[in-house]
Antibody, heavy 119, light 108 residues
Framework: EVQLVESGGNLVQPGGSLRLSCAAS????????IDWIRQAPGKGPEWVST????????FYADSVKGRFTISRDSSKSTLYLQMNSLRAEDTAIYYC????????????WGQGTLVTVSS | EIVMTQSPATLSVSPGERATLSCRAS??????LAWYQHKPGQAPRLLIY???TRATDIPARFSGSGSGTEFALTISSLQSEDFALYYC??????????FGGGTKVEIK
C-alpha cells in the first residue's frame, strides 16, 4: 500500500523558517514525481512545488519561488520542503502527493501537516 | 493562470438522491480535469481523472463528464460516506496546475 506521512508542521513567526518532511512507502520512490500542495483555511488547494523522480527537475508556484526549496532523499524515501521567509499567507495544511510524469493528477495524498505563521 | 470555479458552494442532498457538482474553467483545459473527495482530517482522495475516468476502487455511482470549460461530477445515489468536500483540478498546462474552491455536499 502506498503511504505518505507528513511531519514538521508548527507555529512559526513571520520571517521564520521551517522544514517539512514526507516519508513515503509502498512504491518505487524514484518512479514518481512528488509534490507539495497546501490548503489555507476556507480555500481550495494550491499546488506549491514538484520534484521529479530522480530529483533532476524542480518546479515552484510563483507565490513561493525564491523562498521554498523542495528536495528528496532516495536513500530514506523522504521528501522535504524547506520554507524560509515565511509569511502569514503561508498558513495552511501542507500535503505531499505523488503523480506519474505526464499524468498530472495527484494520487495518493498524505494526511497533511499544519503550518501556522503568526506572531 | 486558469481559474477554476465550482458551484454551488454547498449542496444539500438527502441520502439516496442524485447530486451534480459543476466546475468551470476560465479557458479550455480539454479533458485534463480531475475530481477529488476530501473529508476533514483525512487525505484527499482521487475520484476521477481525464474528466471521466474513475480512479482505482472508486464506486460506479461516481461519474465525471464534460470537456473544454464545463465539467460535472455526478453522484447517482448518495451514500452516507459521500458527504464531504469535492474539488476539481485542471492539469492542462503543467506545472500551472489550479484547483477549484470546492463544493461541500451536506446532508439535507
Amino acid at each position: 500500500e502506498v503511504q505518505l506521512v507528513e511531519s514538521g508542521g508548527n507555529l512559526v513567526q513571520p520571517g521564520g523558517s521551517l522544514r517539512l518532511s514526507c516519508a513515503a512507502s509502498g512504491f518505487s520512490f524514484s518512479t514518481y514525481d512528488i509534490d507539495w500542495i497546501r490548503q489555507a483555511p476556507g480555500k481550495g488547494p494550491e499546488w506549491v512545488s514538484t520534484i521529479s523522480g530522480r530529483g533532476t527537475y524542480t518546479f515552484y508556484a510563483d507565490s513561493v519561488k525564491g523562498r521554498f526549496t523542495i528536495s528528496r532523499d532516495s536513500s530514506k524515501s523522504t521528501l522535504y520542503l524547506q520554507m524560509n521567509s515565511l509569511r502569514a499567507e503561508d498558513t495552511a495544511i501542507y500535503y505531499c502527493a505523488t503523480h506519474r510524469p505526464g499524468n498530472d493528477w495527484f494520487d495518493p495524498w498524505g494526511q497533511g501537516t499544519l503550518v501556522t505563521v503568526s506572531s | 493562470e486558469i481559474v477554476m470555479t465550482q458551484s454551488p458552494a454547498t449542496l444539500s442532498v438527502s441520502p439516496g438522491e442524485r447530486a451534480t457538482l459543476s466546475c468551470r474553467a476560465s479557458q479550455s483545459v480539454s479533458s485534463n480535469l480531475a475530481w477529488y473527495q476530501h473529508k476533514p482530517g483525512q487525505a484527499p482522495r482521487l475520484l476521477i481523472y481525464g474528466a471521466s475516468t474513475r480512479a482505482t476502487d472508486i464506486p460506479a455511482r461516481f461519474s465525471g463528464s464534460g470537456s473544454g470549460t464545463e465539467f460535472a461530477l455526478t453522484i447517482s445515489s448518495l451514500q452516507s460516506e459521500d458527504f464531504a468536500l469535492y474539488y476539481c483540478q485542471q492539469y492542462n498546462e503543467w506545472p500551472q496546475i489550479t484547483f477549484g474552491g470546492g463544493t461541500k455536499v451536506e446532508i439535507k
